[in-house]
T-cell receptor, first 110, second 119 residues
Framework: GNSVTQMEGPVTLSEEAFLTINCTYT??????LFWYVQYPGEGLQLLLK?????DKGSNKGFEATYRKETTSFHLEKGSVQVSDSAVYFC?????????FGSGTQLTVLP | EPEVTQTPSHQVTQMGQEVILRCVPI?????FYWYRQILGQKVEFLVS????????KSEIFDDQFSVERPDGSNFTLKIRSTKLEDSAMYFC?????????????????FGDGTRLSIL
């Protein structure tokens, strides 16, 4: 079946540090890949997506590239801010359902 | 920007009671979903709904669960006889449909969730 494996957290960084959150997947066919973010007390918000190999999704300074050869979709940001503190979920979509990773808690300190 | 809205934000129910969680999807969306997240665990798919019927469901979605679109705007999840292990955050989501067939690239938009606590 489909599965998503995410880097375990929590991750704590200083403001302006470089962020990488690793995500690898197992799927049949050609899924679409997503990163969702959950701020404290809120729901899941779509951060970025990629629908085919070598696509790069980007939003709010975050980027992730769909790597079919390594079945990965790592999330990166060059300079994090305190406001980026949240839980980040990697997900794949096959058919109509999303399969989520376990989430990575990010805390950015001033 | 259009949003998915869920009510209530927190529901406390006695074990064995029925509970209905409500969702208003984004108005021009045609696919609707329920997910749940037990505290400390992954977000898990429960069910998808299209054209007034269930299109997919997971093993979690047993006979105790049902979904309904009672009118043109609401989408509900009913748990018939709640158990302690039903305590979780329940998320509703919706997505649009692309006629060209690339359905998988349509993102699902989530509500803020309903925290269900079973006592």
């Amino acid at each position: 079946g489909n599965s998503v494996t995410q880097m375990e957290g929590p991750v704590t960084l200083s403001e302006e540090a470089f962020l990488t959150i690793n995500c690898t997947y197992t799927a049949t066919g050609y899924p679409s890949l997503f990163w969702y973010v959950q701020y404290p007390g809120e729901g899941l918000q779509l951060l970025l997506k990629a629908t085919k190999a070598d696509d790069k999704g980007s939003n709010k300074g975050f980027e992730a590239t769909y790597r079919k050869e390594t079945t990965s979709f790592h999330l990166e940001k060059g300079s994090v801010q305190v406001s980026d503190s949240a839980v980040y979920f990697c997900a794949l979509k096959a058919a109509r359902q999303l399969t989520f990773g376990s989430g990575t808690q990010l805390t950015v300190l001033p | 920007e259009p949003e998915v809205t869920q009510t209530p934000s927190h529901q406390v129910t006695q074990m064995g009671q029925e509970v209905i969680l409500r969702c208003v999807p984004i108005s021009n969306h045609l696919y609707f979903y329920w997910y749940r997240q037990i505290l400390g665990q992954k977000v898990e798919f429960l069910v998808s709904f299209y054209n007034n019927e269930i299109s997919e469901k997971s093993e979690i979605f047993d006979d105790q669960f049902s979904v309904e679109r009672p009118d043109g705007s609401n989408f509900t999840l009913k748990i018939r006889s709640t158990k302690l292990e039903d305590s979780a955050m329940y998320f509703c989501a919706s997505s649009s449909v692309v006629v060209a067939g690339h359905m998988d690239n349509q993102p699902q938009h989530f509500g803020d969730g309903t925290r269900l606590s079973i006592l």
